[in-house]
């Protein structure tokens, strides 16, 4: 197995999504066992100045594929870049964060390269030279582990929060190259008209780190706000089970769930969500499950690290009062 890695760095106008520092924990680790180099690489327009947030996380070389035709993200012309990268980076192993974007653009990438893949992994190792991964499978309900083929190229993609963020290192410096990106028409056939966003101005429940999530239980969109109230002492995102959002509570990005959106928070605040199956499949990776309901019998308390039995219209703003004291807000 070839010891070069190359990360991918996912942005969003500008901005560094969370995970995807999180995925230098994954390389360095490798890195240790192959002896290789660290790659990464980043895409966009007008984001050579990003090169500095990435530096400290001690890549050895950083590729900048700067260019008007990659301001918004598009399969064929991102694909290129990251072929630009991988030949310049004779990386064998390549790294992305979990997200909406690596779910269209990683398998795209392997299909092109001829690649082994592994999407949403949960650890990554070596063994007898061979990569292995753990990843969660039938809906979450067991984790499998895989070796990839070491005779080509090895695409993963590690879900959020699986690992740490690496602490950065001051006075560290990396190699930084420029990717001469040539594309094709047919690279060029897509072109981005209008781009609309759709998040409110809140965070993402899948960059959070702490999740506040309701379910039909709130029984109104305005009753949802306690909720909100509580994520903004937290500093979290509301989420939202399927239900909720099918009774217009919530918006479908909120959603949590195998039909909405894989989250892997260190905190999951469960109010009023019974736990189906698809929901459970979505929110089972966190870290620590607090789970309020006033039905004993509810599944979702056999997941919860913690399980409380209480109205959650009564518990709700007891804790965010209980929050903001530790917090000093009052």
């Known amino acids: 197995m070839s010891a070069n890695i190359l990360i991918f760095i996912e942005q969003r106008s500008g901005r ?13 680790e490798l890195s240790l066992k192959t002896g290789g180099k660290i790659h990464a690489v980043i895409a966009g327009e007008g984001i050579g100045n990003l090169t500095d947030e990435i530096t400290p996380l001690q890549p050895d070389s950083i590729h900048v594929a700067d260019h008007p035709e990659l301001r918004f993200y598009r399969a064929q012309p991102y694909a290129q870049a990251l072929c630009a ?10 790294l992305f964060a979990t997200t909406s974007l690596s779910r269209d653009l990683a398998p795209r990438l392997a299909a092109r390269l001829k690649a082994a893949i592994a999407t949403d992994c949960l650890e990554v190792s070596t ?19 895989f070796s990839l083929a070491t005779d080509r190229v090895q695409i993963l993609t590690i879900r959020p929060n699986a690992y740490p963020t690496p602490v950065p290192q001051a006075g560290t410096s990396a190699t930084i ?25 809140v965070r993402d429940v899948t960059e959070a780190d702490i999740i506040v999530s ?10 949802f706000s306690m909720l909100y109230e509580m994520a903004e002492t937290l500093g979290a995102a509301v989420g939202a089970s399927r239900a909720a959002v099918d009774a217009g509570f919530q918006p479908p990005s909120r959603q949590v769930g195998l039909t909405g959106k894989i989250v892997s928070p260190r905190l999951y605040l469960a109010f009023g969500i019974d736990g189906a199956i698809q929901h459970l499949a979505g929110m089972r990776g966190s870290k ?43």
């Not at 094709?184 to 209008?194: E, M, N, R, T």
Request: aromatic share 6%.
């Open 16 to 28: 560094i999504v969370p995970a995807s520092r999180q995925i230098f924990a994954v390389a360095q």
């Open 85 to 94: 990268a991988i030949k310049t980076s004779e990386a064998q192993t390549i």
């Open 127 to 145: 063994e007898n030279g061979e990569l292995r991964i753990r990843r969660p499978m039938y809906c979450a309900k067991c984790v499998g582990t």
């Open 177 to 201: 190259q420029s990717l001469d990106v040539a594309f094709s028409d047919h690279d060029l056939a897509l072109k981005v008209v209008d781009v609309v966003s759709t998040s409110e101005g």
């Open 214 to 223: 309701g379910g039909r239980s709130l029984q109104s969109k305005e009753n």
């Open 288 to 330: 620590v499950i607090v789970a309020i309901n006033t039905k004993a019998e509810a599944p979702i308390f056999s997941v919860a690290t913690y399980g409380c039995v209480a109205d959650l219209f009564t518990l709700a703003p007891l804790l965010t009062e209980e929050f903001r004291n530790l917090n000093g807000s009052n």
